[in-house]
């Protein structure tokens, strides 16, 4: 009977679960997709051969474009183009009203003396448009470069911090701004449109009338004054009839016409690539701000590997000391 006791008393022993058992255990039930990480070397290949038999330059040249943000190059792309077309045409087409007005509605030097620096300071002002366009394009364009998830693999790991966080919300807060902004600047671009359009639909009627032999065209005319950029005491302030229809005729009005409707048209393409910005803006901010959480899912993660293991560790010697 004693012997029986004796043998039993080791099968008991042999049953007790120890409390290091027990948290790996508990441990596996709660992450049971856990699992750890193996990694396999790959031999190197002589040469610049891939792996897969691809030449290595071929597969950096993949890669590269791959980290290139299509998105916000269209959008560069269209903002140069916009600005550069605001800009440029609308500079010639404002030299050439004043040239227009000088020779033919305000032969005083005075009448149109405040017109004349208002419009050599809106020329000022193109000229520091197309300059911070040109800046601020770029920096948007290098922005997409770096919250490009290709990118980042090309640069190594990404840490994403608060700083980076709050400048890609300034960037979507200007951006705005600007947009808004040049919806007024394409507004204000379609007046000088619509006033060439009544002068050149005016002198289209005086010839019609002139081949229907109908109403002589020197009753028709065009006052400049009533638009307001010259006082109404200029003279002589309008033209009719066979005057206008040689304004018409002149290249400096074909040109400033068409130039008009070219910078209205630049000023619209701009609005629509600030636009574009505003949503690729957008969503980086949202892309930044889940890789953030991201991040600290993964410290959350690696940390409690590094727990797991410590707690492997101690088990085993506890184990070991009780052989």
Known sequence: MHCALHCQIPEKESSVITRPEMEIGRYHWMYRSSRPHRY????????????????????????????????????????????ALFCGCGHVALTGT????????????????????????????IYGIASF??????????????????????HGEFKTTACGRCISGMFVFLTYVLGVAWLGVFGFSAVPVFMF??????????????INMTVPGDQICVDIRQYGIIPWNAVPGKACGPILENICNTNEFYMSYHLFIVAC??????????IHFLMILSSNWAYLKDASK????????AKEEQELQDIQSRSKEQLNSYT
């Open 133 to 154: 366009f040109f800046l601020y394009g770029i920096i948007l364009l290098a922005e997409g470069f770096y919250t490009t998830s290709a990118v980042k693999e090309l």
């Open 265 to 274: 048209a630049g000023a619209g393409a701009t609005v629509i690539a600030l």
């Open 294 to 301: 991201m991040q600290a899912y993964q410290d959350i993660k």
């Open 197 to 210: 359009y009544n002068i050149w639909s005016t002198c289209e009627v005086i010839k019609s009338l002139q």
């Open 40 to 83: 396999h070397h790959v031999p190197a290949l002589r040469g610049n051969v891939s792996p897969l038999g691809i030449q290595g330059c071929f597969e950096c040249c993949i890669k590269c474009l791959g980290g290139v943000p299509y998105a916000s190059l269209v959008a560069t792309i269209l903002c140069f183009s916009g600005v």
């Open 98 to 125: 004043v040239s227009i007005l000088e020779q033919h509605f305000s032969t005083t030097a005075s009448d149109h003396a405040l017109l004349s620096e208002v419009i050599q300071l809106m020329q000022y002002v």
